[in-house]
């Protein structure tokens, strides 16, 4: 079930009734029981395969955390953290490995038949893997207890409004609000549909609307105009920003209805400084992943190797956020070119401090021009994330940049992208509303302007909140770009 | 206590340096989040810094179990001779 | 306060939100269907376009003595009202564009349950039709009618949690099909004028289009090979089945093959199998067949838009001479098998 099905809407108001009436011992069974139904209306054998992992990794952070002797535990964690890498590996890159073993296996006598195998990822894995690698990794460097319960361990993997895309949550995070005991409060609940309705919005109005036009340059790019292909290269960021982030926000906003607080993923993104700022703001639990257990321990580990230390640690993070979002070349080069940036950022970064430390005017221009110039590093480096193929990631950079001494082509692409300019004022409104709505929720103003208004008037904006939900979202459009990962 | 009290006096300067930071004072439950510049990259540079001037060496799981400035300062005491 | 009073003022507090939570969702699940009840009314209420003719056809207000029914080819190439002077008689046509026989024969059933029997009907071929569509082109014109059982069981077949969702569910179908949907509806409510949808005049389609480039289009895709189109039983008995409730009704009833460019013909090659599965259902059903597809208004490229289409000037051409046929029909009746 998609969240934006009907289906889900009877299974969340059955799960979250049955949940709340529970009583308080048994609110943790009720909570993975609906987590596993979700997850086998997707697949049953691969549900198996969860149940499996969860099982496995459980025991091994009771070896780790339960005093076996560091030697076992070490033992252990290894076990674990290569063999669930390679369970991702597989799932993810099963195509490469079988073109490669097609290639190699004739040498070694293994005839290669003629059919191609197509195997669907299993749902989710490359988020709950990782949940599980951070688990076994934080109970080995002892920021978490190992987890005595199974039934609290399953339902940290497979916590249902996380499973399908994030956000990824920590152990500790979780466990910390002592999950599947307790009702929300009825303010908390009321949070939680607000932000669902939000997300729905950020998702359905603002960047299924935007994909309209922008997938139809990115599907065909050598058909497209140098126009178009500009406008699809500067609005891409923001329909990918909007879905993901109204994806995070349904799944936090259906997390509190089970009292359960979810880490965000986005911080104003495109107000960031410089690069680095930017991955600081972007898929933020995921790059926190990162940074917490691939690029600390390497930089770590090549310490004594100084600035190629850190230019290595960088760029490998980098490559494995590319990486991670599948086996394409295009993904490769993202995750190069990214690393290229944040490298070039990373060496600069005491002197570009001390420079700004010394001009105070130029700082404060720095706040303008700086996420100007992030905002088209970004666009630039995203046509590498959309593009089907290298070439034709090549083909948008290059036609896309003479549009920039014709600007009057810029309005009569849009006009051909959307098909007439109504569409286009719907985006433009839609895209200052919602960033209106993240300005109100960063700055907590939803209180006074929302919350202290009377009744009446409260819900007509939720009612028409929803109308706008449901009127002008674009529904048939296929699935949310960033549950495929 | 005297040597405990050397250390956070060395410890103090070393942060400082890292963190273009003169006003800085270390305390016990200090972490990442209370100064401005500390985030993943110039954390390895104070580790790299602290290894130098203790003239110790600290593993990598040592290291990550670091939650605050307390018990880095527990750790480097451990680790002197 | 003693502590009492304070845990009863807390347990009342969350009993009110308790019961404001629920007076909330009671009143959203109304205002669904009463704006859902509200914007169908408005699609019920338009006269242009496609709802144009769905609502008088519900409506009754039809009642013609030829019917013309098909898919975008009887839509654009027959112009009623050349047939209606022709004939003397009202010509009417309810082609459903982008649909195969299996939606054609509910929608000709609704029209008999709301209409009289006409005294002529006209089925349209194509080399394409002899398939069953396996969904519904343009679905958001059928929203306004799924409480027509005929059109709702059959659209059902094809997909039945959609139109399920779509009929019992309020604002499903709004939200699936798009905002333009919905505009249309509130045009409705507030009678402004339907200008989006273009007119049909007696339910014919005008196209004042020349010749575009889809049939080189076409031409390059298939290459020399040309193209094998399905001949489906469950799609023939579709078509022999409206045969006998139109001759139920007392009909004269011919399948008729309108003009289609002859550059098209090498690339059909099963043109022959077609043709002779419309003649076999026509005459063993008690209807004529029509075959125009060789007609001297094939030869000319001016009178179509594209290989399968006629223009407005063309659909004038055809529909003289079809006039004349089905007069000669008309007087003679239907052939004996």
């Not at chain 1, 079930?1 to 049955?18: G, N």
């Not at chain 1, 993810?92 to 190699?104: F, G, P």
């Not at chain 1, 490769?332 to 970064?349: K, M, P, R």
């Not at chain 2, 602290?50 to 005491?77: D, Y």
Request: with cysteine; glycine share 6%.
């Amino acid at each position: 079930m998609t969240f934006q099905s009907v289906e889900f809407a009877a299974f969340l108001t059955v799960a979250a009734f049955i949940y709340w009436l529970a009583a308080e011992r048994f609110k943790r069974y009720v909570l993975l029981l609906a987590s596993y139904v979700f997850y086998a209306t997707w697949s049953l054998p691969y549900t198996a395969l969860l149940t499996i992992l969860t099982i496995v990794t459980h025991r091994v952070g009771l070896i780790i955390g339960h005093g076996h002797g560091e030697r076992q535990a070490r033992r252990a964690v290894g076990f674990a953290i290569v063999g669930l890498v390679m369970v991702l590996a597989v799932f993810k890159y099963w195509k490469i490995l079988l073109t490669i073993a097609a290639q190699i296996g004739p040498s070694f006598g293994l005839n290669h038949s003629s059919r191609t195998y197509d195997l669907i990822a299993p749902i989710g894995i490359s988020y709950y893997i990782f949940k599980l690698i951070s688990y076994v990794l934080d109970v080995y460097w002892e920021r978490l207890p190992a987890q005595t319960s199974l039934i609290d361990f399953g339902n940290y993997v497979s916590f249902f409004p996380q499973i399908l895309s994030g956000p990824i949550q920590r152990a500790g995070d979780f466990f910390r609000q002592h999950p599947g005991t307790h009702n929300p409060t009825l303010a908390r609940m009321q949070r939680g549909l607000r932000l669902i309705v939000f997300g729905l919005f950020q998702k359905f109005v603002v960047a299924d609307r935007i994909g309209l036009g922008v997938d139809q340059a990115f599907l065909h790019p050598r058909d497209s105009t140098s126009g178009q292909l500009l406008v699809a290269v500067y609005l891409f960021p923001w329909q990918l920003y909007a879905d993901f982030s109204g994806l995070t926000d349904i799944a936090i906003g259906l997390g509190r209805l089970f009292d359960i607080e979810s880490p965000k993923n986005f911080d104003a993104p495109f107000f960031a400084v410089d690069i680095a700022d930017f991955w600081r703001r972007w898929h933020i639990t995921l790059t926190t992943w990162l940074t917490d257990y691939l690029f600390t321990p390497l930089r770590l580990k090549l310490r004594s190797w100084g600035q190629l230390g850190l230019a290595i640690a960088v760029f490998a993070n980098m490559i494995a956020i590319g990486v991670w979002h599948g086996a394409k070349w295009t993904f490769v080069l993202f995750g190069a070119s990214s690393g290229i940036l944040l490298v070039a950022a990373a060496l600069t970064q005491r002197k570009r401090n001390q420079f700004y430390k010394r001009h105070p005017s130029l700082a404060r221009a720095r706040r303008i021009t700086g996420p100007l110039l992030t905002f088209h590093l970004v666009a630039f480096s995203f046509i590498l994330f959309r593009a089907a193929s290298v070439s034709e990631a090549w083909h948008v950079f290059a036609h896309a940049l003479p549009a920039y001494l014709h600007p009057g082509r810029l309005r009569v692409a849009i006009q051909e992208l959307w098909h007439g300019g109504s569409q286009f004022a719907i985006i433009v409104a839609a895209l200052l509303t919602m960033e209106l709505c993240h300005l109100a929720r960063r700055r907590a103003l939803l209180g006074r302007w929302l919350y202290c208004r009377p009744l009446w008037l409260r819900w007509c904006v939720y009612y028409a909140a929803v109308s706008v939900v449901l009127f002008f979202g674009i529904y048939t459009t296929k699935t949310f770009i960033y549950v495929q990962f | 206590m005297d040597k405990e009290q050397q250390i956070r006096e060395k410890l103090n300067v070393i942060f400082r340096n890292i963190f273009d930071d003169e006003t800085l004072q270390i305390y016990d439950t200090m972490s990442a989040a209370d100064v401005e510049n500390w985030d993943s990259l110039t954390h390895i540079n104070l580790i790299v810094a602290i290894e130098k001037g203790f003239k110790i060496s600290m593993t990598t799981k040592e290291v990550q179990a670091l939650s605050n400035v307390g018990e880095l300062v527990r750790l480097v005491v451990r680790k002197l001779p | 306060m003693s502590s009492s009073d304070q845990a009863l003022r807390a347990d009342r507090s969350t009993r009110l939100a308790k019961t404001q939570a629920f007076a909330f969702c009671l009143i959203g699940i109304v205002l669904m269907f009463v704006i859902n009840g509200a914007l169908i009314s408005g699609l019920r209420r338009l006269h242009n376009g496609d709802f144009g003719v769905w609502n008088a056809l519900v409506a009754g207000d039809i009642n013609a003595d030829v019917l013309v029914i098909g898919a975008s080819r009887a839509l654009v190439d027959v112009d009623c009202e050349v047939v209606t002077k022709r004939l003397a008689q009202s010509c009417f046509d309810i082609g459903l564009d982008g649909s195969a026989y299996n939606l054609q024969q509910p929608l000709l059933e609704t029209y008999l349950a709301h209409n009289r029997p006409p005294r002529i009907a006209i089925v349209s071929a194509d080399i394409a039709s002899l398939s069953n569509a396996r969904e519904a082109y343009h679905p958001q014109q059928y929203l306004p009618y799924l409480d027509q059982p005929q059109v709702y069981e059959r659209l059902k077949s094809l997909d039945p949690t959609l139109w399920w969702k779509q009929r019992y569910l309020p604002l499903y179908g709004f939200a699936h099909h798009g905002l333009s949907l919905t505009i249309s509806a509130v045009q409705g409510l507030i009678k402004s004028p339907d200008s989006a949808a273009p007119t049909r005049v007696r339910g014919h389609l005008a196209v004042d289009l020349s010749w575009d480039g889809s049939f080189d289009n076409f031409m390059r895709e298939v290459g020399d090979r040309g193209k094998i189109f399905p001949v489906e039983p469950a799609a023939i008995a579709h078509v022999a089945a409206m045969i006998r409730e139109l001759r139920a009704g007392g009909a004269q009833v011919a399948i008729f093959y309108s003009p289609e460019w002859r550059e098209m013909h090498r690339f059909e090659l099963n043109r022959s199998e077609v043709l002779s599965s419309y003649r076999t259902v026509a005459t063993s059903n008690g209807a004529v067949f029509l075959d125009y597809s060789d007609s001297p208004l094939s030869f000319d490229r001016s009178y179509f838009y594209n290989s399968q289409h006629m223009n407005r000037r063309g659909a004038i051409l055809f529909s003289q001479v079809l006039s004349s046929d089905l007069a000669v029909l008309a007087t003679r009746g239907a052939p004996t098998p």
